[in-house]
């Protein structure tokens, strides 16, 4: 008779990763590309690969950037791109600035913290609080975020970039 061979279990290797204070980079490498695509992508890509720590005011415009392409890959994802054009639309409109072709609005960066304010609904139940504090924190540093870009006598200490990218690295991953 023939005797079976005993089968041999797998050992699988515990999941290792690097904490936020083991990582140099916008975004650590652990961060899932599933749902990026095209220029979301490439933006993904670099922040995983700058190092804050090296080239600082390029990450602090990188937080930005990926921040803004972020958002609207998130809700093109969840179909609410159109309800955040809508909101932006209603927006200048309140605040008298003439919308001329509605049809090329682009919300900007306050537009968006203040339609995702607006609509805690858009990160469940669950996250709904844990991913508010985020985007006020990223509300909160869009000053200093537009400083280092705009202001050419604003110098911004690597703790601050730090900082920086800790308060939003919670609303990055989530929407990413």
């Known amino acids: 008779p023939l005797q079976k061979s005993p089968t041999r279990k797998v050992k699988t290797l515990p999941t290792r990763k690097a904490d936020h204070n083991q990582f140099g980079t916008v975004l650590p490498d652990d961060v899932d590309e599933l749902n990026c ?23 602090m415009a990188l937080i930005r950037c990926l921040f803004e392409a972020t958002v609207v890959a998130y809700l093109d994802r969840h179909g609410k791109l159109s309800d955040l054009k809508q909101f932006a639309i209603e927006e200048r409109q309140k605040n008298g600035t003439a919308v001329v072709n509605e049809k090329n609005v682009v919300p900007d960066t306050d537009e968006m913290i203040a339609f995702l304010e607006k609509n805690p609904e858009i ?30 006598w604003q110098p911004i200490n690597k703790l601050e970039a730090f900082k920086i990218r800790e308060d939003v690295l919670p609303i990055l991953r989530h929407l990413i």
């Open 37 to 59: 695509y095209d220029k979301h992508l490439a933006l993904v890509h670099e922040a995983k690969n700058l190092n804050l720590n090296v080239l600082t005011y390029s990450g």
């Open 123 to 152: 990160w469940g139940a669950v996250k709904q609080n844990h991913i508010r504090h985020s985007l006020r924190s990223m509300a909160a540093h869009k000053k200093l975020l537009n400083s280092a870009l705009h202001n050419p």
